[in-house]
T-cell receptor, first 114, second 109 residues
Framework: DGGITQSPKYLFRKEGQNVTLSCEQN?????MYWYRQDPGQGLRLIYY???????QKGDIAEGYSVSREKKESFPLTVTSAQKNPTAFYLC?????????????FGPGTRLTVL | GQNIDQPTEMTATEGAIVQINCTYQTSGFNGLFWYQQHAGEAPTFLSY??LDGLEEKGRFSSFLSRSKGYSYLLLKELQMKDSASYLCAVGDSNYQLIWGAGTKLIIKP
């Protein structure tokens, strides 16, 4: 079964703690994205990666970090520097960046800071 | 700047037709997408327009006018399961998707 998995589905964090959200794909897609979605708002781009060992900041990268050591994996770390991390986090992939650019989404992780 | 506008919320009746509009201003244009998102779930792809005109897919159709920076999603024979948010997204000159805030569609019996 081809797809994108994100874990965990729900995550609770205490203030001051770092936490890592997992994103794995077996679609063999080059590009991977992390978005944040707040209630009643659209998707805001945090980071994206078009190739292994390379990634770029999106519009709201402050307080987040990523790595892309394998094509299949693009984990997102929410650091204690992120002032308001409670949100719904979505990972997406795209087959080829400079072409038909439909994005496919994982099921999401809902992060709550206690 | 880059901007995509959609109505925040719309209400329609089961069995009726509804049109959700999207206007955009982006640096470049590489296609316009419509996604459906049920509450608490990930967005799922509905349609893609890159040329002017109407694309029909079952009960859903999407229209694009590049000169006007305008698109609409038309949903026919509305069903209760169509209650969801509908997101408009545009590919910019860097092939990144710029997302609208979404339109929450409420279907009443």
């Amino acid at each position: 079964d081809g797809g994108i998995t994100q874990s965990p589905k729900y995550l609770f964090r205490k203030e001051g703690q770092n936490v890592t959200l997992s994103c794995e794909q077996n679609l063999n897609h080059d590009a991977m994205y992390w978005y944040r979605q707040d209630p009643g708002q659209g998707l805001r781009l945090i980071y994206y990666s078009q190739i292994v060992n390379d990634f770029q900041k999106g519009d709201i990268a402050e307080g987040y970090s990523v790595s892309r050591e394998k094509k299949e994996s693009f984990p997102l770390t929410v650091t204690s520097a992120q002032k308001n991390p409670t949100a719904f986090y979505l990972c997406a992939t795209q087959g080829a960046v400079e072409s038909y650019n439909e994005q496919f989404f994982g099921p999401g992780t809902r992060l709550t800071v206690l | 700047g880059q901007n995509i506008d959609q109505p925040t919320e719309m209400t329609a009746t089961e069995g009726a037709i509804v049109q959700i509009n999207c206007t955009y201003q982006t640096s470049g244009f590489n296609g316009l997408f419509w996604y459906q998102q049920h509450a608490g779930e990930a967005p799922t792809f509905l349609s893609y327009n890159v040329l002017d005109g109407l694309e029909e897919k079952g009960r859903f159709s999407s229209f694009l006018s590049r000169s006007k920076g305008y698109s609409y999603l038309l949903l026919k024979e509305l069903q209760m399961k169509d209650s969801a948010s509908y997101l408009c997204a545009v590919g910019d000159s860097n092939y990144q998707l710029i997302w609208g805030a979404g339109t929450k569609l409420i279907i009443k019996p």
